[in-house]
């Protein structure tokens, strides 16, 4: 008999259990202690755990360690979330939290046994790990400031909560070909990333009764699904749930699932042609979207919350600050949370940069907390460097990584900071522990892709390539290229160095557009 592919493997183990079905087991292993079959540690990812790599763990520890990943509608997450996700990291993570650009939290360490304590732990703080992995719709992403911001077009929640409330564990959608990313957002600086996403909606002022209708972007991705999304007309706000139900649906019945690296939306809309697609998608919503002047979108790297705002709650601020490459733990969420407190804020919502805004702060308030937020190495006005410097998981957890990635992201912003102290540009750097390109390399300025390198000795060891010159923009957006540089860990930070001097010396006044010639 012909050996099985790895999309037929993956399509006969949904088919024979559904992913939501695997929490019954986890109860049971965890009870008896039994050693996890393989095929349901593949369904554990439809509760956010990913067996991690063996990297920092002693050669005589049996154990099976998992990543899990903690879903956060919205990006928000109170004083007592926080506080509950940083005791969980601390008694069963061993101390590790970090945000990921789809604003959910992730921690490392995790055993089978301690799953249903866990479990139980989170959803009395309102908090769920279903469908934060897995071949089903993962988080809906969102402007962090929905709903505060002054300049926004649009109050966007309510659209997100309905959106959430049709996906959220939903069974219909639990069997999709691969995973599925929705976004929505009226974010007056398009802080979302709609071009990277399967399915988005973003706000555009319009002459009509609602003052505004969603751009609807279809088939956007990084890596397997490499691509800028298709535009395919506007709808009004109460027409994205119809919109999100059909497209769901067409991808979950004609998505194609013969080869897992063809089986995202764009590479069906690609089979299909985008005109029949939305002829579908017209036909299962009843929705007559509707044509317009596609706008202008702001670029990539200005697209942040930095700083002290005046919210639209009364007396009140929001405070957007960075943390470089998402990078928090347990000790950093507890003492966040104790600074928050004292100040009379409750809440973060955090961004697809693994950054986060404070959203609720006293007005009276907000620079003291923002400089006490500061002694816990948390900027609301960082440099330039530290500001859009995103990281993956990388070798020490991630089963995929060749190179390190966390402290490396750490090491380049503060290196470069040190080098350039008057530099006021924003750039952004992205880290990435494979070409799997977690942390959106190909869409950032000056992009790290972990691989194999030899060294002096001709010896092969992890290293990085350089990808240069991506830029999100709308219909200017382009991903950026290799340009041929393979260079050891230790070697990075010159490499970094060099090219924001030779930047610099160049006069131009577009890192950008400098690194794109
Ligand atoms: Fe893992 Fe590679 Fe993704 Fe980084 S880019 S998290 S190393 S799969």
Not at 201 to 210: G, I, K, R
Not at 425 to 436: A, L, M, R, Y
Not at 499 to 514: A, H, P, T, W
Request: charge should be neutral; include cysteine; charged fraction near 25%.
């Amino acid at each position: 008999m012909a050996k099985e592919s790895a999309a037929q493997r993956v399509e006969r183990i949904k088919k024979e259990k559904n992913g939501l079905d695997v929490l019954k087991d986890i109860y049971v292993y965890a009870v008896l202690g039994e050693e996890v079959h393989p095929e349901d540690i593949d369904r554990f990812k439809w509760y956010g755990l990913y067996t991690q790599n063996r990297n920092l763990q002693a050669e005589d520890d049996p154990t099976l360690y998992f990543m899990l990943r903690i879903k956060l509608e919205h990006g928000s997450m109170n004083l007592e979330q926080m506080r509950e996700v940083s005791a969980l990291s601390k008694e069963y993570g061993r101390g590790t939290a970090d945000f990921t650009t789809r604003q959910d939290i992730q921690l490392h360490y995790i055993q089978v046994k301690d799953l249903p304590e866990i479990f139980r732990r989170l959803n009395e703080v309102g908090l769920s790990t279903i469908f934060a992995a897995g071949d089903v719709p993962r988080n809906v992403i969102t402007c962090a400031v929905s709903g505060i911001e002054h300049d926004e077009l649009y109050d966007v929640r309510p659209i997100v909560d309905k959106v959430n409330d049709y996906l959220r564990g939903n069974k219909n959608l639990s069997n999709l070909p691969r995973k599925y990313k929705i976004g929505i957002s009226a974010c007056h600086k398009h802080c979302m990333g709609h071009e990277i996403q399967d399915l988005s909606f973003t706000a555009v002022p319009c002459d009509c009764s609602d003052k505004v209708l969603f751009d609807v972007s279809v088939g956007g991705g990084l890596a397997s699904a490499m691509g800028i999304a298709h535009h395919i007309g506007f709808v009004t706000p109460s027409q994205i749930l119809p919109i999100v139900k059909a497209v769901s649906t067409i991808y979950r019945d004609h998505g194609l699932r013969e080869n897992r690296r063809k089986a995202r939306l764009s590479h069906l809309i690609k089979e299909w042609g985008i005109e029949k697609f939305k002829e579908e998608v017209i036909a299962r919503s009843k929705v007559a979207i509707k044509e317009q002047k596609i706008m202008e979108y702001t670029p990539y790297a200005k697209r942040e919350h930095f700083g002290i705002h005046d919210s639209k709650e009364k007396a009140k601020s929001y405070i957007g600050c960075a943390i470089n490459g998402g990078h928090i733990g347990s000790q950093g969420l507890e003492k966040l949370a104790n600074i928050l407190e004292k100040h009379g804020a409750t809440t973060i919502k955090t961004t697809t940069t693994q950054n986060f805004v404070v959203k609720d702060v006293p007005t009276k308030n907000a620079e003291d907390l923002a400089n006490e937020l500061k002694t816990i190495g948390i900027d609301a006005f960082p440099s330039p460097f530290k500001a859009r410097t995103l990281s993956c998981t990388g070798l020490n957890f991630c089963k995929f990584a060749i190179s390190e990635t966390k402290d490396k992201a750490i090491s380049l912003a503060t290196h470069l900071e040190k080098k350039f102290p008057n530099f006021n540009e924003t750039v952004s750097i992205s880290v990435n522990g494979c070409p799997n390109s977690c942390a959106h390399p190909h869409v950032v300025d000056i992009g790290l892709l972990g691989l194999k390198v030899k060294n002096k000795e001709g010896i092969t060891v992890p290293g990085f390539e350089l990808i240069l010159g991506g830029n999100l923009e709308g219909s200017k957006s382009n991903f950026g290229e290799k340009v041929k540089i393979k260079f050891l860990p230790e070697d990075a930070e010159g490499i970094l160095e060099n090219i924001i001097q030779k930047y610099i010396d160049s006069g131009e006044n577009s890192l950008n557009k400098f690194l794109k010639e």
